[in-house]
């Protein structure tokens, strides 16, 4: 009858879909472990000491290192922070103890379109300001660069762990005769302390594996930077160019390279969970 | 409490009746380090939020030295009260009043007066006790000192031991001062924000419903400490504990719906109150 | 109480100063999102001036990009860039739904936080290593066993016809599709959790099956939201450069066929921008930039707009 066949019909649907559903997760989390299996896979046998100590090898030779492009990688991060971490913390204080609520949905609306902004053009921002008047690329160029990026990320994440503060302490510290700004700066950033380092982490650990940015503001460099003024080597910058090259050896240097900044940005992650602790509900 | 003639009348609430203030020398002389008699002077105070308003044209004058208990129904604005003395409700928007609070004759709310100076001279213990997350016991109780910019070693002991000793905590602590404020137990936890606040050495202590989340013995050991206080602060204690004020209080002012209804003598209030509401309140025939 | 003067009484005066100050600092902070947007729109502006009073409005429509003759047009590179994204979006919304699907109304309980964590560690993977495996994995493997049989199924179509490289367009919007996966997935999945259960308990009641459930209680209450995580991963993938840069083939030549090799408007000044030799060169590319900002900008903020309107009083991180 119609009511039992439209009822097979129903459940076969419901089970069709269920493992469309299920086949979509596949398809999704898949790339994850063919990405680390390959990443292990070829590069692996390229780290050794060498790779993180020595500089390239001329061009053709094989051997020589990523020891430059790491720690251009790492004093990259560091200027990003010195501009993206106190405006972002700033900002974020501002929209959490002082802001109304309209100016602050229009703020934090504004930052969430800044996110979707490409980082090449960031780019191109820092290539007009820093590269031309000085007639040079630099680390500070390629610092600048990605501090823009930073800056509307932690000024969310740090606005989200703010808000978080319970109101009692803010109460307790001005009936003590604490000015708000004391209050503020002395009481609810330090509770809050954990959550804003979190933010900071995922900010760095997003910027850390931009290459765009960086292609014509740090620049690169095949030897060691002596100063922040001139172009710095970068890791990401360095697996572009051995992948784009026509060398075996620098194919397997740049997926050695790939391996080392995959580890570089979750463990980036990783220092997150750890810190955040409790997690949402799923 | 007692039973006792109603009082026949349908008089409108009794002005605050000052009795004659306790003995302590006539009120025009200052005697040397004595304070003055009146540490609160409030003249027709009422206070709006928006629209709306929480109290009205409240005038008492709370006397130095002693404790005293602000009572009444939930609603009847015993905390917004208690937060213009020392300029918390400010932090509300929307929040204004009219009429004058003077402590120790100064207008509390005068051009030029900086809340924040007002509220290190009357301090205040909240409902839920909340020491600060990151700091240890001793950081917890210096923090007014501290961020206040005092930085003399030895005054910062001392005071650390004082201020615990009369939140009668010292002993309890002495040895764990480094560990976590929020270590401690409920009761402790309250004690140790009765001695924060009482270490900026504030004329007047605020108390907020300060036991209402915690056991009978935790409140006991609070109420026996706001006793021993009387002889260096002068105490205003919002309390929806009858029995409570009955115990430790002075002097009782009953609050309903934004008025002041009744202040006297907790004595008096409790066995002999002059307004027919306050006696329907003090024998639980409302709350 | 001890005799010695009372050393708070003559601290620190009036604080109004340093409150003010602080505020102030605080507000120049939340500032700089206003400011860096007129930054980036002033700098590309500025930047592209040459190439703005030279070609005009004709730059869009242009189909030459020749730095020697200094004829510079954007339509291979909008081409370029609409097709891979339109390629991603294909792929990449069906499969983040069906995942988000998987994850609010299907998988068991223990296994959505793991689940939600992989998700998380593949919006980390940088764009250099998505086209590092793109050029030595992806491209061989299209290639020789996926692209072949496209083309002998479906070389009917223009689309699919032609010489294969291995690199090109479609390469391109699959590799974009795979990086807009978890943000598609992630904002999917935030928006069907902020379906109330009661929409769903009632469909249950009626005695639905699960997944007439999911289609009559959860997906339409959801529409707007999902159109709003697609329209993110759009402008997402719109932006994608390094991985795209490395497997589209870049070539300025607008072909037909999806195998043949193109660019994108990011990958084109990813790949030029430092041989750019004369002024008009760089501004064109200046004033690619700015095309490129141009739609991302108006992209995402219909993004944020759709996605809001679904949780009107919350403030999320959607980004």
Redesign the interface.
Same mark, same amino acid.
């Given at each position: 009858m119609t009511v039992t066949s439209n009822h097979y019909l129903?459940?076969s649907?419901?089970l069709?879909?269920?493992a469309?559903?299920?086949?979509?997760?596949v398809?999704?989390?898949s790339?994850?472990g063919?990405?680390l299996f390959?990443?292990v896979r070829?590069g692996v046998t390229a780290l050794n000491w060498d790779f993180f100590t020595h500089l390239p090898a001329p061009v053709g030779q094989t051997g020589g290192g990523m020891g430059n492009a790491i720690t251009g990688t790492l004093k990259l991060l560091a200027l990003a922070s010195v501009v993206g971490v106190?405006?972002?913390?700033? !900002?974020?204080?501002?929209?959490s103890?002082?802001?109304g609520d309209r100016i602050?949905d229009w703020?934090?609306?504004?930052?969430?379109?800044?996110?979707?902004?490409?980082?090449?053009?960031?780019g191109?921002?820092a290539?007009?300001?820093a590269v031309v008047p000085f007639k040079t690329f630099s680390a500070y160029s390629g610092g600048l660069a990605l501090g823009?990026i930073m800056?509307?990320l932690v000024?969310? &994440?740090t606005e989200?762990v703010l808000v978080l503060v319970?109101r009692?302490?803010r109460?307790?510290?001005?009936?003590?005769?604490?000015?708000?700004?004391?209050m503020?700066?002395?009481?609810v950033l330090? &509770?809050a302390?954990k959550g804003i380092i979190t933010g900071v982490l995922l900010a760095m650990?997003?910027v850390? !594996?931009? &290459?765009?940015p960086l292609?014509?503001t740090a620049?690169g460099n095949s030897h060691w930077s002596h100063s922040l003024a001139e172009p710095i080597a970068a890791l990401?910058l360095q697996?572009?160019a051995y992948?784009?090259s026509p060398y075996d050896d620098w194919?397997r240097q740049?997926?050695a390279g790939?391996l080392v900044?995959?580890l570089l940005?979750?463990a980036l992650?990783a220092g997150v969970r750890l810190l955040a602790g409790e997690?949402k509900k799923? | 409490m007692s039973a006792q003639e109603p009082i026949a009348t349908s008089r409108p609430p009794v002005p605050p009746a000052t009795k004659s203030p306790p003995a302590a020398g006539s009120s025009s002389a200052r005697a040397e380090g004595a304070a003055p008699e009146i540490t609160f002077d409030i003249r027709d105070l009422s206070v709006f939020y928006g629209a709306s308003q929480a109290l009205q044209n409240v005038t008492l004058q709370v006397l130095t030295h002693q404790v005293t208990a602000i009572i009444g129904p939930s609603g009847c604005g015993k905390s917004t009260f208690i937060r213009t003395l020392n300029r918390m409700h400010e932090l509300t928007p929307g929040a204004r009043h009219t009429g004058s609070i003077r402590l120790l004759g100064e207008d509390l709310y005068g051009p030029g007066i900086d809340p924040t100076i007002v509220r290190r001279q009357v301090g205040m213990v909240f409902q839920k006790s909340n020491p600060f997350p990151t700091l240890s016991i001793a950081e917890n109780v210096l923090v007014g000192l501290r961020l206040n910019g005092v930085r003399d070693k030895a005054l910062l002991r001392e005071r650390l031991e004082e201020s615990l000793r009369m939140a009668a905590l010292w002993d309890e602590v002495k040895d764990i001062l480094g560990r976590p404020g929020i270590g401690l137990s409920g009761g402790q936890q309250q004690r140790l924000c009765i001695a924060r606040a009482l270490a900026v050495r504030p004329e007047v202590l605020l108390m907020d419903e300060p036991c209402s989340a915690l056991d009978p013995l935790a409140t006991a050991k609070i109420e026996e400490l706001i006793n021993s206080l009387r002889a260096s602060y002068t105490v205003i204690i919002v309390t929806h504990n009858m029995q409570q004020a009955a115990r430790v209080s002075d002097r009782t002012a009953f609050f309903y719906l934004g008025k002041l209804v009744e202040y006297d003598e907790t004595r008096t209030i409790f066995m002999n109150p002059a307004n027919p509401q306050t006696e329907a309140y003090v024998s639980g025939r409302f709350g | 109480m001890s005799p010695r003067p009372d050393p708070t009484a003559v601290l620190q005066r009036s604080s109004r100063w340093s409150d003010r100050s602080f505020r102030l600092l605080c507000l120049a902070g939340a500032s700089t999102i206003f400011v860096l947007l007129l930054l980036v729109a002033y700098q590309l502006y500025h930047g592209s001036h040459l190439a703005r009073a030279q070609f005009g409005w004709k730059f869009l429509v242009g189909s030459t990009w020749d730095p020697v003759d200094e004829v510079y047009g954007a339509l291979p590179f909008i081409y370029g860039t609409f097709v891979s994204s339109a390629i991603a979006l294909l792929i990449a919304v069906p499969l983040s739904v069906g995942t988000a699907i998987y994850l609010t109304e299907l998988a068991p309980v223990r296994l959505r936080q793991p689940l939600v964590s992989v998700i998380e560690m593949l919006a980390a993977v940088p764009s250099v290593i998505w086209g590092l495996w793109g050029i030595f994995v992806l491209v061989p493997f299209l290639r020789v066993s996926v692209y072949p049989v496209l083309q002998h199924r479906l070389g009917f179509l223009p689309l699919f016809q032609g010489p294969i490289y291995g690199i090109g367009l479609l390469t391109g919007g699959i590799i974009v599709a795979i990086m807009i996966l978890p943000i598609v997935t992630s904002v999917s999945r935030e928006v069907l959790r902020s379906v109330p259960d009661l929409q769903r308990e009632a469909a249950y009641g009626l005695g639905a099956t699960r997944w007439e459930v999911t289609r009559i209680a959860v997906l339409s209450y959801a529409r707007r939201g999902l159109m709003g995580a697609a329209v993110l991963g759009l402008g997402r993938a719109l932006g994608e450069t390094m991985a795209v840069t490395m497997v589209i083939g870049n070539s300025s030549d607008i072909a037909k066929s999806l195998f043949a090799p193109g660019y994108t408007l990011a990958s084109v000044i990813a790949n030029e921008f430092t041989e750019a030799t004369t002024d008009m060169y760089l501004s064109a590319l200046f004033e690619l930039g700015l095309v490129l900002l141009g739609l991302t900008i108006i992209i995402n903020i219909i993004a944020q707009i759709m996605i809001r309107a679904i949780s009107s009083k919350e403030t999320r991180r959607v980004a």
């Open positions: 129903r459940r649907k419901n069709l879909m269920n469309l559903s299920v086949a979509c997760a398809l999704v989390i790339p994850l063919l990405i390959y990443l070829q106190p405006v972002g913390i700033l !900002g974020g204080a501002y929209l103890e002082y802001g602050n703020i934090r609306f504004w930052a969430d379109v800044l996110n979707g902004v490409p980082s090449i053009v960031w191109m921002v290539y007009a300001l823009f800056i509307p000024l969310r &994440t989200e319970p009692s302490y109460e307790a510290a001005l009936a003590l005769g604490l000015p708000q700004w004391k503020i700066a002395r009481i330090p &509770t302390l650990g997003r850390a !594996g931009e &290459t765009a292609l014509f620049f990401p697996i572009f992948a784009i194919h740049a997926w790939a900044l995959i940005v979750f992650s997690r799923p | - | -």
